[in-house]
């Protein structure tokens, strides 16, 4: 199993920025793609954004292109999202995710979830 522990979540105002971090536990970081993924109120689970096993490739979802950047530290076995241009519409639950894919976007691709990290923005 791969233990996965976002932080960095909290409240922030409209426009502005927010770094979320996931720690993954284990050995073997380098060979999961990772993923971001949220959860709103009453809303389903949607794609945010993920990150090849290397670094070299990322994918985005429509809402969050040009505003928030997916990266990686293999050797710290730990993903970042930055936030940036926050709106309302963000807010939600953030969740990190593991997949043994060389990349992936979708939720079934997933096999390891963290605990998830709120995001608030406030308007």
């Known amino acids: 199993q791969v233990q996965l522990v976002e932080s960095g979540g909290g409240l922030v105002q409209a426009g502005g920025s927010l770094r979320l971090s996931c720690a993954a536990s284990?050995?073997?970081?380098?060979?999961?793609?990772m993923g971001w993924f949220r959860q709103a109120p009453g809303k389903e689970r949607e794609f945010v954004a993920a990150?090849?096993?290397?670094?070299?490739?990322?994918y985005y979802a429509d809402p969050v292109k040009g505003r928030f950047a997916v990266s990686r530290d293999n050797a710290k076995n730990t993903v970042f999202l930055q936030m940036n241009s926050l709106k309302p519409e963000d807010t939600a639950v953030y969740y990190c995710?593991?997949?043994?894919?060389?990349?992936?976007?979708?939720?079934?691709?997933?096999?390891?979830w963290g605990q998830g990290t709120q995001v608030t923005v406030s308007s």
């Open positions: 284990g050995r073997t970081f380098s060979e999961y793609a």
């Open positions: 990150i090849s096993r290397n670094g070299g490739t990322t």
């Open positions: 995710a593991a997949s043994p894919l060389p990349i992936a976007t979708r939720t079934r691709e997933y096999a390891y």
